[in-house]
T-cell receptor
Framework: GESVGLHLPTLSVQEGDNSIINCAYSNSASDYFIWYKQESGKGPQFIIDIRSNMDKRQGQRVTVLLNKTVKHLSLQIAATQPGDSAVYFCAEKLSYTGNQFYFGTGTSLTVIP | GAVVSQHPSRVICKSGTSVKIECRSLDFQATTMFWYRQFPKKSLMLMATSNEGSKATYEQGVEKDKFLINHASLTLSTLTVTSAHPEDSSFYIC?????????????FGQGTRLTVV
């Protein structure tokens, strides 16, 4: 399953399928990006990060792709599990404003067992 | 990994009273911490940057007299919601960053659910 970020804030996938969550960012001066997972009533939890000098980074079951040309970021989750159900946010850090992170709208992922 | 602790996790207060929320970095020193606000089913909105030993920097539209921030030590920042009103009810989250300009890690607290009645 795949989301298109702002236009599709919810995503439902079958357990075991791959998920793709998209994020569009607006500032070309952003030099660092993080994907966070947030479960209900909890703070954001770090998933994976990527710097602007990279276009792909892989972690355990997750891959982040960065396309600076169109200012687009995606998070791919392989073999999605029920425990992956949460809201996912991308966050960007601007190169000139210190360490503040600005969050995207978020996508709610529901995994159907 | 580094841990950021927030306290309390939930608070209910009467309209007109003030509430203080604490944010601590437990195993590293944070010269800068950040406060976010989150409405239901919405994203995190950066409210202000808390700077150790100096005044906080507020984002546009955030009332500094309403949301008082104090960063008295390298491991503690506090957010005080003054004269709280029901519209201040929200989920408040703090974060602290560690590292250099080229290698920054951000850690988040577990959040504080504020309900003003």
């Amino acid at each position: 399953g795949e989301s298109v970020g702002l236009h599709l804030p919810t995503l439902s996938v079958q357990e075991g399928d791959n998920s793709i969550i998209n994020c569009a960012y607006s500032n070309s001066a952003s030099d660092y990006f993080i994907w966070y997972k947030q479960e209900s009533g909890k703070g954001p939890q770090f998933i994976i990060d990527i710097r602007s000098n990279m276009d792909k980074r892989q972690g355990q079951r997750v891959t982040v792709l960065l396309n600076k040309t169109v200012k687009h970021l995606s998070l791919q989750i392989a073999a999605t599990q029920p425990g992956d159900s949460a809201v996912y946010f991308c966050a960007e850090k601007l190169s000139y404003t210190g360490n503040q992170f600005y969050f995207g709208t978020g996508t709610s992922l529901t995994v159907i067992p | 990994g580094a841990v950021v602790s927030q306290h309390p996790s939930r608070v209910i207060c009467k309209s007109g009273t003030s509430v203080k929320i604490e944010c601590r970095s437990l195993d590293f020193q944070a010269t800068t911490m950040f406060w976010y606000r989150q409405f239901p089913k919405k994203s995190l909105m950066l409210m202000a940057t808390s700077n150790e030993g100096s005044k906080a920097t507020y984002e546009q539209g955030v009332e500094k007299d309403k949301f008082l921030i104090n960063h008295a030590s390298l491991t503690l920042s506090t957010l005080t919601v003054t004269s709280a009103h029901p519209e201040d009810s929200s989920f408040y989250i703090c974060s602290a960053t560690r590292g250099s300009a080229t290698n920054t890690e951000a850690f988040f607290g577990q959040g504080t659910r504020l309900t003003v009645v």
